[in-house]
C-alpha cells in the first residue's frame, strides 16, 4: 500500500513563491513516474509537471514553465515543487501523483493520489 502525503501550502501575494512537499511511504519505489497536479475552483484537474524518477528528468506544463520546478530527494522518497513568481490563475488544490508505468501529464494514468494542498495567490 502505497501513500502519498503533500505538504506545503498556504497564501501568498503574487509574485510571490512556495515549495510543496510530497512524502510517499510504502512501496513507493514501483512507481517510475511522480507528478503535480492542480484543481482550481470550476476547474478540470490539470497536469502541472512531473519527474521521471529513475532519470531525474523533469517536464513541465506550459502554463508554469520557467516559474515552477519539480525535484525528488530519492533517499527519502520525497518530491518537491518550487513555485516562483506565482500568479493568481495558480490558486488550486495542488495533488501530488504516482505512475507506475506511464510518465506525463494525463491524470488517468495515476493510480496513487495525496490528499491534496491548497495554494491561495492573492492580489
Known amino acids: 500500500q502505497v501513500q502519498l502525503v503533500e505538504s506545503g501550502g498556504g497564501t501568498v501575494q503574487a509574485g510571490g513563491s512556495l515549495r510543496l512537499s510530497c512524502a510517499a511511504s510504502?512501496?513507493?519505489?514501483?512507481?517510475?513516474?511522480m507528478a503535480w497536479f492542480r484543481q482550481g475552483p470550476g476547474k478540470e484537474r490539470e497536469g502541472v509537471a512531473r519527474?521521471?524518477?529513475?532519470?531525474?528528468?523533469?517536464y513541465y506544463a506550459d502554463a508554469v514553465k520557467g516559474r515552477f520546478a519539480i525535484s525528488q530527494d530519492n533517499a527519502k522518497n520525497m518530491v518537491f515543487l518550487q513555485m516562483n513568481d506565482l500568479k493568481a490563475e495558480d490558486s488550486a488544490m495542488y495533488y501530488c501523483?504516482?505512475?507506475?508505468?506511464?510518465?506525463?501529464?494525463?491524470?488517468?494514468?495515476?493510480?496513487?493520489w495525496g490528499q491534496g494542498t491548497q495554494v491561495i495567490v492573492s492580489s
Open positions: 501523483a504516482a505512475s507506475v508505468e506511464i510518465c506525463g501529464l494525463d491524470a488517468k494514468w495515476y493510480t496513487s
Open positions: 510504502g512501496y513507493a519505489s514501483r512507481f517510475g513516474c
Open positions: 519527474i521521471l524518477v529513475r532519470v531525474n528528468s523533469p
